[in-house]
């Protein structure tokens, strides 16, 4: 074992293991450096670096390795740097010849003046605002790795090479570690250690006095202003903000922040901040940004667009709310069919939010909503967990000052905020990024798409995205959804025993509708080419208002399937437009195993002559009908030219024909059940024996009734024979002055 003369042991030994004189023998001097009056810790480094080099000097020439080379190199590269315990302030300015920022103290060559101090603090003035930021240049090895540790789990902050830099404001969420770090080296009497950790322990306790006096003032108050609005956010904080589009709330973590400046030159604080959201194929990390503009004077922080949790007024109801939204975000993974009341919105070409009501059926669908819409803004989702620590180097900090089963840190030791301030004493808890790994992580559920995963906790549910991306099918537009109004769906599997049809021609629409639905348990029919004639194709055709459309949506009720209605006038003309439009809405249909209804399919099915555009409309829809995997029923007033083409493609045709009298009775009585005004429900038994044999359809029946439910609602009175009479000689009166006379019993017959 080799070791270093006896002559200087024992000085070295006892330098090291003293501890530093007490802080009333240090001073700042004019120059702006901290200097060790006595030079005791100076000397002690000197004799250390003489050691260090007359062991070095007794090896053997063949005795160095490719480590012990790379060893000596970082010695080398180390030498000279941190021996002055001490730390200098520079000033750095923007040199318009250079045209980047440099310090206004020149520096000497070599190693410089700069690296042989612990520290350098090192004010920038900024060459628009002239407004000083303060970083803190490392160059102590010592006080480094203790940084490194501290923000290991900070987003957006870099500690790497070997004198990093870190900006003054990071550090003052780091007071209460840093104090810890120290306060640990103290206990364990490494001496160089604890003067390097207490110096800058020293330095960053004076730069913030003030700012601590000011901000606890403010505190108190629920107040805050724009100027110290950094020093609210420490790193990983839970903020709690709204949706944009919704005004939904929303919890997020913060990552860090920057300043910038409009067109206007007004300034605004953008955080740049993280959640966990879904792509529709897995959970993962997710990130976004929001601006609090500036303002003028104190203002409450709850009044924030974005401001920490635990400023909420109801801070616990509102995390409860958000875990609640969060276990609904992660069961609508996937392809969804629900009720929805509220907000949804889309963001236009222009990056402007367009917001729409909806009250009705959607289907929620990230995957498809992304294929229909990929210029609309979505977040990239990344499979890491939001919660989980951020995986660092192995750090070359001092083995004592690494926490252990056996010396944990104290992480509940006083910090700025657990002491009085004018009376009053306020309490910070710690954040995840200063506990230990085992409570500061979570699982690593990512890459997952299970809406039951039991990996998923509560802080994670709190961070959830506060929308879903999906499809309104009554205003055909794919649009987000606020998670909190997505409702299941109260169904009614009884409507289609209303429909006034033959009793044989229901039976048949129900047998094929449930063929289709449960081919995959017995795919008993297949056609010769793979891919075609796999869905179900029924014709209704007949006068209006007879229960066409009606059919189609008491099925799909009945059979709990979406209906995904599309008019014709929706597809257009243009062969080309109705191919892509066509092939779109059949993907769509087949993918979310919906009943497809196109209304007044008119064009569609007429007989193909010398009309080239008709020609092609036709050949087209053919084609594609051809191809779709699901149950469409096509609608039309009119038969009389019928292309041979598309019989052969219709599984059933069901010719509709005037409702006669019972079937009106039937469709009055059904329609007046629901004319409830405030004064009460009307006679409806009467009603529909008095309005039998008024030959209306079942459309106008429906539009009648609820005229005149609005009409007695007016006039505080229930739905009257006179309300409807009323109305109903008001209509025929109209068709008699449009068509001329006998044109209403020509629409009451059907050829």
């Given at each position: 074992?080799?070791?270093?003369?006896?002559?200087?042991?024992?000085?070295?030994?006892?330098?090291?293991?003293?501890?530093?004189?007490?802080?009333?023998?240090?001073?700042?001097?004019?120059?702006?450096?901290?200097?060790?009056?006595?030079?005791?810790?100076?000397?002690?480094?000197?004799?250390?670096?003489?050691?260090?080099?007359?062991?070095?000097?007794?090896?053997?020439?063949?005795?160095?390795?490719?480590?012990?080379?790379?060893?000596?190199?970082?010695?080398?590269?180390?030498?000279?740097?941190?021996?002055?315990?001490?730390?200098?302030?520079?000033?750095?300015?923007?040199?318009?010849?250079?045209?980047?920022?440099?310090?206004?103290?020149?520096?000497?060559?070599?190693?410089?003046?700069?690296?042989?101090?612990?520290?350098?603090?090192?004010?920038?003035?900024?060459?628009?605002?002239?407004?000083?930021?303060?970083?803190?240049?490392?160059?102590?090895?010592?006080?480094?790795?203790?940084?490194?540790?501290?923000?290991?789990?900070?987003?957006?902050?870099?500690?790497?090479?070997?004198?990093?830099?870190?900006?003054?404001?990071?550090?003052?969420?780091?007071?209460?570690?840093?104090?810890?770090?120290?306060?640990?080296?103290?206990?364990?009497?490494?001496?160089?250690?604890?003067?390097?950790?207490?110096?800058?322990?020293?330095?960053?306790?004076?730069?913030?006095?003030?700012?601590?006096?000011?901000?606890?003032?403010?505190?108190?108050?629920?107040?805050?202003?724009?100027?110290?609005?950094?020093?609210?956010?420490?790193?990983?904080?839970?903020?709690?903000?709204?949706?944009?589009?919704?005004?939904?709330?929303?919890?997020?973590?913060?990552?860090?922040?920057?300043?910038?400046?409009?067109?206007?030159?007004?300034?605004?604080?953008?955080?740049?901040?993280?959640?966990?959201?879904?792509?529709?194929?897995?959970?993962?990390?997710?990130?976004?940004?929001?601006?609090?503009?500036?303002?003028?004077?104190?203002?409450?922080?709850?009044?924030?667009?974005?401001?920490?949790?635990?400023?909420?007024?109801?801070?616990?109801?509102?995390?409860?709310?958000?875990?609640?939204?969060?276990?609904?975000?992660?069961?609508?993974?996937?392809?969804?069919?629900?009720?929805?009341?509220?907000?949804?919105?889309?963001?236009?070409?222009?990056?402007?939010?367009?917001?729409?009501?909806?009250?009705?059926?959607?289907?929620?669908?990230?995957?498809?909503?992304?294929?229909?819409?990929?210029?609309?803004?979505?977040?990239?989702?990344?499979?890491?967990?939001?919660?989980?620590?951020?995986?660092?180097?192995?750090?070359?900090?001092?083995?004592?000052?690494?926490?252990?089963?056996?010396?944990?840190?104290?992480?509940?030791?006083?910090?700025?905020?657990?002491?009085?301030?004018?009376?009053?004493?306020?309490?910070?808890?710690?954040?995840?990024?200063?506990?230990?790994?085992?409570?500061?992580?979570?699982?690593?559920?990512?890459?997952?798409?299970?809406?039951?995963?039991?990996?998923?906790?509560?802080?994670?549910?709190?961070?959830?995205?506060?929308?879903?991306?999906?499809?309104?099918?009554?205003?055909?537009?794919?649009?987000?959804?606020?998670?909190?109004?997505?409702?299941?769906?109260?169904?009614?599997?009884?409507?289609?025993?209303?429909?006034?049809?033959?009793?044989?021609?229901?039976?048949?629409?129900?047998?094929?509708?449930?063929?289709?639905?449960?081919?995959?348990?017995?795919?008993?029919?297949?056609?010769?080419?793979?891919?075609?004639?796999?869905?179900?194709?029924?014709?209704?055709?007949?006068?209006?208002?007879?229960?066409?459309?009606?059919?189609?949506?008491?099925?799909?009720?009945?059979?709990?399937?979406?209906?995904?209605?599309?008019?014709?006038?929706?597809?257009?003309?243009?062969?080309?437009?109705?191919?892509?439009?066509?092939?779109?809405?059949?993907?769509?249909?087949?993918?979310?195993?919906?009943?497809?209804?196109?209304?007044?399919?008119?064009?569609?099915?007429?007989?193909?002559?010398?009309?080239?555009?008709?020609?092609?409309?036709?050949?087209?829809?053919?084609?594609?009908?051809?191809?779709?995997?699901?149950?469409?029923?096509?609608?039309?007033?009119?038969?009389?030219?019928?292309?041979?083409?598309?019989?052969?493609?219709?599984?059933?045709?069901?010719?509709?024909?005037?409702?006669?009298?019972?079937?009106?009775?039937?469709?009055?009585?059904?329609?007046?059940?629901?004319?409830?005004?405030?004064?009460?429900?009307?006679?409806?038994?009467?009603?529909?024996?008095?309005?039998?044999?008024?030959?209306?359809?079942?459309?106008?029946?429906?539009?009648?009734?609820?005229?005149?439910?609005?009409?007695?609602?007016?006039?505080?009175?229930?739905?009257?024979?006179?309300?409807?009479?009323?109305?109903?000689?008001?209509?025929?009166?109209?068709?008699?002055?449009?068509?001329?006379?006998g044109v209403v019993e020509s629409l009451n017959s059907y050829a």
């Open positions: 074992m080799l070791s270093a003369p006896d002559t200087s042991l024992p000085l070295a030994s006892h330098l090291l293991s003293t501890p530093p004189s007490s802080s009333g023998r240090s001073t700042i001097s004019d120059s702006g450096t901290l200097e060790i009056e006595n030079g005791e810790m100076a000397l002690a480094a000197h004799r250390v670096d003489a050691i260090e080099k007359h062991v070095e000097e007794r090896l053997p020439d063949n005795h160095p390795t490719e480590v012990g080379d790379a060893e000596a190199q970082d010695k080398k590269s180390h030498a000279g740097r941190a021996t002055t315990l001490a730390y200098k302030r520079v000033e750095e300015a923007w040199d318009d010849k250079a045209y980047k920022y440099k310090i206004v103290e020149a520096t000497q060559s070599g190693v410089g003046d700069l690296d042989q101090y612990i520290f350098v603090a090192r004010d920038r003035i900024d060459r628009t605002t002239q407004d000083k930021t303060t970083f803190i240049d490392i160059k102590s090895v010592i006080l480094r790795d203790v940084l490194r540790e501290g923000c290991r789990d900070f987003r957006g902050i870099s500690l790497t090479g070997d004198t990093p830099t870190i900006d003054l404001k990071v550090v003052f969420h780091l007071r209460s570690f840093l104090r810890c770090r120290r306060d640990t080296a103290v206990t364990t009497r490494n001496t160089l250690s604890q003067s390097h950790l207490s110096l800058f322990v020293t330095y960053v306790e004076a730069e913030f006095q003030s700012t601590d006096k000011q901000l606890c003032g403010l505190i108190e108050r629920n107040e805050i202003i724009y100027d110290l609005l950094w020093a609210l956010f420490e790193p990983n904080v839970k903020v709690f903000t709204t949706c944009a589009g919704t005004d939904a709330p929303r919890c997020v973590l913060y990552n860090h922040h920057e300043e910038g400046e409009l067109m206007d030159g007004s300034k605004f604080l953008c955080l740049e901040t993280r959640f966990l959201a879904t792509n529709g194929k897995f959970f993962g990390e997710s990130t976004t940004r929001i601006n609090i503009p500036f303002f003028q004077g104190a203002k409450r922080i709850d009044f924030l667009p974005a401001y920490p949790l635990q400023y909420h007024q109801d801070c616990d109801g509102i995390a409860q709310k958000l875990i609640k939204n969060g276990r609904r975000f992660t069961s609508l993974a996937g392809i969804h069919h629900r009720q929805y009341e509220g907000v949804g919105f889309y963001v236009n070409n222009k990056g402007e939010i367009v917001k729409h009501h909806v009250d009705g059926r959607i289907m929620v669908d990230a995957v498809g909503f992304k294929e229909q819409k990929p210029g609309h803004p979505q977040p990239v989702v990344r499979k890491t967990n939001p919660r989980q620590s951020t995986p660092t180097p192995t750090s070359t900090v001092d083995a004592f000052l690494r926490p252990s089963a056996s010396r944990p840190f104290d992480f509940q030791a006083p910090c700025l905020y657990d002491q009085p301030c004018d009376g009053v004493t306020m309490s910070l808890k710690p954040s995840a990024s200063h506990l230990p790994d085992s409570q500061a992580s979570s699982p690593d559920w990512t890459g997952l798409l299970s809406s039951d995963s039991k990996e998923l906790e509560d802080e994670d549910l709190l961070i959830c995205g506060p929308t879903v991306l999906g499809f309104c099918l009554s205003a055909k537009m794919f649009l987000e959804f606020a998670v909190d109004h997505v409702r299941d769906i109260t169904w009614s599997p009884s409507s289609y025993d209303n429909i006034k049809l033959p009793e044989a021609q229901k039976k048949a629409i129900w047998a094929l509708t449930q063929m289709y639905c449960c081919r995959d348990k017995n795919p008993s029919f297949k056609d010769f080419v793979q891919g075609k004639g796999r869905g179900i194709n029924f014709l209704l055709y007949g006068p209006p208002g007879v229960g066409k459309t009606l059919t189609a949506e008491t099925i799909a009720e009945s059979c709990k399937l979406p209906l995904y209605t599309v008019a014709a006038g929706q597809i257009g003309v243009d062969p080309v437009r109705v191919e892509n439009f066509l092939t779109t809405t059949f993907k769509i249909a087949g993918r979310w195993k919906a009943i497809l209804l196109i209304d007044e399919a008119d064009v569609f099915l007429a007989q193909r002559s010398d009309n080239p555009q008709i020609n092609a409309l036709v050949s087209v829809f053919l084609r594609e009908l051809e191809h779709f995997d699901g149950v469409l029923f096509l609608t039309t007033n009119r038969v009389q030219s019928f292309d041979e083409a598309m019989i052969s493609r219709i599984h059933l045709a069901l010719k509709y024909q005037p409702l006669d009298q019972e079937a009106r009775k039937a469709v009055w009585k059904h329609f007046l059940d629901q004319a409830k005004t405030s004064r009460g429900s009307p006679d409806t038994a009467k009603l529909a024996d008095e309005l039998a044999d008024t030959k209306l359809n079942g459309r106008e029946i429906r539009n009648t009734v609820f005229t005149a439910c609005s009409i007695a609602e007016y006039g505080g009175t229930v739905v009257e024979l006179s309300h409807l009479e009323n109305l109903i000689h008001a209509r025929e009166q109209f068709q008699h002055d449009f068509h001329g006379a």
